[in-house]
């Protein structure tokens, strides 16, 4: 399976961001898939989460400003993040496990994609 991050840039504070991740290779094989942010000088946190149930995660600090999202016939993630702030400044993940637990460990990752905040 491969992912590919896609949307990233500088946005200015209380803008609007669209990130996106193409799946590709064995895709049938996935179940749940996320988004992960690594800031600046610190660990890595799952921001969203959506399995084929359609069951969804949001970490608290998103959560009401975001929408995680997927479409399964073009095999794409997608993560609208509104009202930005400067401390989600990260680099953005794309993750995709075999499992429909959505806090599990991923097995999947892409490249990586950086989103930078500005005040």
Same mark, same amino acid.
């Given at each position: ?17 669209? !990130? ?6 064995? $895709?049938?094989? $996935? ?18 989460? $959506?399995?084929?149930?359609?069951? &969804?995660?949001? !970490? ?6 975001? &929408? ?8 794409? !993630? ?23 637990? !959505? ?9 990586? $994609? ?6």
């Amino acid at each position: 399976v491969q992912l590919v991050e896609s949307g990233g840039g500088l946005v200015q504070a209380g803008g609007s961001l669209r !990130l996106s991740c193409a799946a590709s290779g064995s $895709i049938f094989s $996935i179940n749940a898939m996320a988004w992960h942010r690594r800031p600046p000088g610190k660990a890595r946190e799952l921001v969203a989460a $959506i399995n084929r149930g359609g069951n &969804t995660y949001y !970490l608290d600090s998103v959560s009401g400003r975001s &929408t995680v999202s997927r479409d399964n016939a073009k095999n794409t !993630l997608t993560l609208q993040l509104n009202s930005l702030r400067r401390n989600d400044t990260a680099v953005y993940y794309c993750a995709a496990r075999l499992g429909a637990n !959505l806090y599990s460990e991923y097995d999947y990752w892409g490249q990586g $994609i950086q989103v930078t905040v500005s005040s």
